[in-house]
């Protein structure tokens, strides 16, 4: 089965500073992988993913990712952050299961944005 | 507008007490989970279906029931059984298919009282 490790469980930062969000995922064959994030008492939301190509994945609200297979790393990137992007970061694996897709997520990473 | 419709937003439960949470979509997905959050531990995954009538457990299904009657519906049932219950509730629909984005409902917070 496939499993998420995000490193960092907070992160503190302040407005305008460059941001990373660690994610790493155990090895596969085939790898699906997901940013989501969530703003305090909401359901998740897309911010971009991986199938396949390019390793360089961008995202909506300025997010990147970098899928960095002999690392086994997804890592989630955003040059210059804003209060509005304090929320929860999930990354998710795709795994498939008898047929079906399960999303295997990791524990998350809590953003804060300090002015 | 198309999007996936979770209710209550907030859900109370008395001890040995049935409740169940709505979810509706209405994207024409085939497939529809549920999960659980809690504080620290991300995501876990309930029940999820692929088909009508026909639905799978996920890794915490215990105390937890569902039905999956049309397409669009996939109720969830939190059962007596359920000990600790307390938790935010999210449903998910996507087509089917390992590279397809799960789209997530906006919740159901159920406290016990």
């Known amino acids: 089965a496939q499993s998420v490790t995000q490193l960092d469980s907070q992160v503190p930062v302040f407005e305008e500073a460059p941001v990373e969000l660690r994610c790493n995922y155990s090895s596969s064959v085939s790898v699906y992988l997901f940013w989501y994030v969530q703003y305090p008492n909401q359901g998740l939301q897309l911010l971009l993913k991986?199938?396949?190509?390019?390793?360089l994945v961008k995202g909506i609200n300025g997010f990147e990712a970098e899928f960095n297979k002999s690392q086994t790393s997804f890592h989630l990137r955003k040059p210059s952050v804003h209060i509005s992007d304090t929320a929860e970061y999930f990354c998710?694996?795709?795994?498939?299961?008898?047929?079906?897709?399960?999303?295997?997520f990791g524990q998350g990473t809590r953003l804060t944005i300090n002015p | 507008d198309g999007g996936i419709t979770q209710s209550p937003k907030y859900l109370f439960r008395k001890e040995g007490q049935n409740v169940t949470l709505s979810c509706e979509q209405n994207?024409?997905?085939?497939?529809m989970y549920w999960y659980r959050q809690d504080p620290g531990q991300g995501l876990r995954l309930i029940y999820y279906s692929q088909i009508v009538n026909d639905f799978q457990k996920g890794d915490i299904a215990e105390g937890y029931s569902v039905s999956r009657e049309k397409k669009e519906s996939f109720p969830l049932t939190v059962t007596s059984a359920q000990k600790n219950p307390t938790a935010f509730y999210l449903c998910?629909?996507?087509?089917?298919?390992?590279?397809?984005?799960?789209?997530f409902g906006p919740g159901t917070r159920l406290l016990v009282l």
């Open positions: 998710a694996v795709s795994d498939l299961v008898q047929g079906a897709q399960k999303l295997v």
């Open positions: 998910a629909s996507s087509l089917l298919g390992q590279q397809e984005t799960q789209y």
């Open positions: 991986y199938l396949s190509g390019s390793t």
């Open positions: 994207l024409n997905h085939d497939a």
